[in-house]
């Protein structure tokens, strides 16, 4: 095995982040990572060893006068019987048995975030050669996460992994790491401005089947919803059930805001309900997010009885998830190299891939290509020659949308919180977690470390970081009233780390549906694969890997004109004898 290529993966957290902020001028600007320490902050030490204090899952405990943080991980739930998850189940399996290349394609693949490691797993599966290149010196692209000169991680992102995310439960599968999902109880638990410091929460019965556990969960929260309310947005959503997915797909031109006043929901379902889905699900506000994507959302938690049930990876994404993928498509003889930004798509005269140049000047060939970063990186490097193509000139309507990750490490062990995600329905951020709770290889029990998300975004990404903390403070002053104040005279910050993307996944607004691209393109021997292009997961982890799913599906189908035309490419080249 091959390791030379991620020998980096062990440099500093500090030089990693100079790394990156360095790569800016290359990506104008399209992914960024800003860090900054408190002087005087001092390690938040933890311990794997500890015991957690456990209880039946209630989340919250009162004891006299005093909170009491209790967590428990559950049983992974039952998901290997439900229709999504054997039709994944049934497209990995095509790969392996699929009939085997006499000559394995080289397919060259540019981004090691869930995209590339996906195409490239599966097309190990099937036989071939991926050679994936990453533009910088770390795994994962938008679960990139990073080691800080204490030893603490910081991530790109909150990430949760859903009941209804089959590709990707089916690939921890694959991979022998199921073990490495921390599943919390089945509740959505949302913050309650008007009332600081308390909390509603969405419980969903284990006894139910679907849909009738998420009726019931909506029927039992009084405090978020009144009942006429709650009549008026089933009545809304009427259409919805009824009309199907044809139904979803004819609401991609309606705003959130849009539909609801069209289908008489009253604005408080908005305020209530849709503000913090909305933020939570593509980091900007019901006024702007196409309405399909609430719809899907809701298809999906609302068909499954275990679809909306969450779990954190135990530890960074890098090491835990991306890292096994890699040693995966190691095994079988394909390559991962870091440090390896295209610089370049050089073309044959007929428009097709030549080669990629990299930054370094070095050219890589293939008898298959794959671009599997960021839409907005892709664009800027499209050929003049293409433009034009009305395959990749709709991707000017596909724009990525700003976010900022938010890590602070306090001098104290928070008590107002749950080992789960929370809604924080705050106007500046959307979710958020004690990552010292929630996550194994981040559990401390001395000290809280919340991870937030700061969204939207758009008008505080060229803030300072000082700024940003100085905001999240004042939010969190709502959320722990008796624990946190802005002025730190409550709990004192020991360390926080800001990390920006101002460009992440793409901004789902109306009408965008028409401009995603299929995996293959009209260039023969290219293709595409993000949570951008054409899957049903719109922007998500799991849309990613779906969409290397089908990448690579594309790619094993083509593999015969693939071999010929790499055949050709080589007799052409062939000087002919005299």
């Known amino acids: 095995m091959d390791t030379g290529c991620l020998s980096s993966m062990n440099i500093t957290g500090a030089n990693q982040v100079r790394s990156f902020v360095g790569q800016l001028h290359i990506q104008r600007g399209f992914t960024s990572s800003s860090v900054q320490t408190l002087k005087g902050s001092r390690r938040a030490s933890f311990s794997l060893k500890t015991p957690v ?18 967590c428990q991980d559950f049983p992974r739930p039952p998901l290997e019987s439900t229709i999504n998850y054997l039709e994944a189940g049934q497209l990995s399996s095509s790969f392996r048995s699929s009939e085997r290349p006499s ?12 995209a590339g490691l996906s195409t490239a797993k599966y097309l190990a599966d099937a036989g071939h050669k991926p050679i994936l290149l990453e533009a910088r010196d770390v795994l994962g692209g938008k679960i990139a996460a990073w080691k800080d000169e204490d030893g603490d991680w910081y991530e790109t992102g909150l990430h949760i992994f859903f009941g209804a995310y089959p590709n990707i439960q089916n ?22 401005p008007n009332k600081p410091g308390e909390y509603s929460r969405f419980d969903f019965p284990e006894t139910l089947p679907a849909p009738l556990n998420g009726v019931w969960a909506i029927l039992r929260n009084n405090e978020m919803l009144t009942w006429p309310e709650k009549v008026k947005f089933a009545i809304g959503l009427l259409p919805a059930m009824l009309g199907g997915q044809a139904y979803v797909e004819a609401q991609d031109g309606l705003t959130v805001s849009e ?3 069209k289908q008489g929901v009253p604005d408080r379902v908005n305020d209530e309900v849709f503000i913090a889905m909305s933020k939570a699900l593509n980091f900007i506000n019901p006024d702007e997010l196409s309405m399909q994507c609430i719809l899907i959302a809701l298809n999906r938690f609302l068909q499954e009885k275990h679809g909306s049930k969450m779990a954190f990876l135990d530890g960074n994404p890098p090491e835990r998830l991306c890292m096994p993928i890699v040693n995966h498509i190691q095994s079988l003889g394909g390559e991962v190299r870091l440090n390896s ?13 030549k080669h990629f140049v990299l930054s370094d000047g070095s050219n890589i060939t293939g008898d298959a290509y794959v671009f599997a970063a960021p839409v907005d990186i892709f664009k800027l490097l499209v050929p003049q020659e293409w433009k034009e193509i009305s395959y990749f000139k709709k991707l000017d309507k596909l724009v990525g949308v700003p976010v900022i990750n938010v890590h602070i490490w306090f001098d104290r062990k928070l008590k107002n919180t749950y080992d789960h995600l929370l809604f924080s329905r705050s106007s500046l951020l959307s979710v958020y977690a004690d990552m010292s709770v929630a996550c194994k290889e981040y559990y401390d029990p001395d000290r809280s470390m919340l991870e937030l998300v700061f969204a939207p975004a758009e ?13 999240t403070m004042q939010e969190l002053a709502k959320l722990f009233p008796d624990e946190i104040a802005a002025d730190q005279s409550k709990a004192k910050i020991l360390k926080y780390h800001v990390v920006k993307t101002p460009r992440s996944v793409y901004k789902t607004v109306p009408d965008c549906e028409p401009c995603r691209p299929l995996q293959r393109s009209p ?56």
């Open 103 to 114: 000559k394995p394609l080289q397919v060259v693949i540019a981004g090691a975030g869930l």
């Open 341 to 353: 930004r295209i610089q370049k798509i050089e073309l044959n005269p007929d428009r097709t891939v």
């Open 459 to 471: 008008e505080w990404i060229g803030r300072s970081d000082n700024e940003i903390i100085e905001a």
């Open 171 to 192: 690939l921890f599968g694959e991979l022998g790491i199921n073990d490495r999902l921390q599943w919390k109880e089945h509740s959505m638990i949302f913050a309650m």
């Open 53 to 70: 204090l456990r209880n039946k899952g209630k989340g919250l405990r009162r004891g006299p006068g005093v909170l009491q943080v209790v």
């Open 523 to 578: 260039i023969e021997g290219f293709y595409l694969a993000g949570d951008y292009t054409k899957q049903k997961y719109l922007a998500s982890m799991e849309g990613a890997v779906l969409s290397g799913k089908l990448c690579a599906q594309s790619i094993v189908q083509d593999s015969k004109m693939l071999s010929r035309r790499s055949q050709k490419s080589l007799q052409a080249e062939v000087p002919v004898a005299s």
């Open 259 to 261: 539909w609801m006043e």
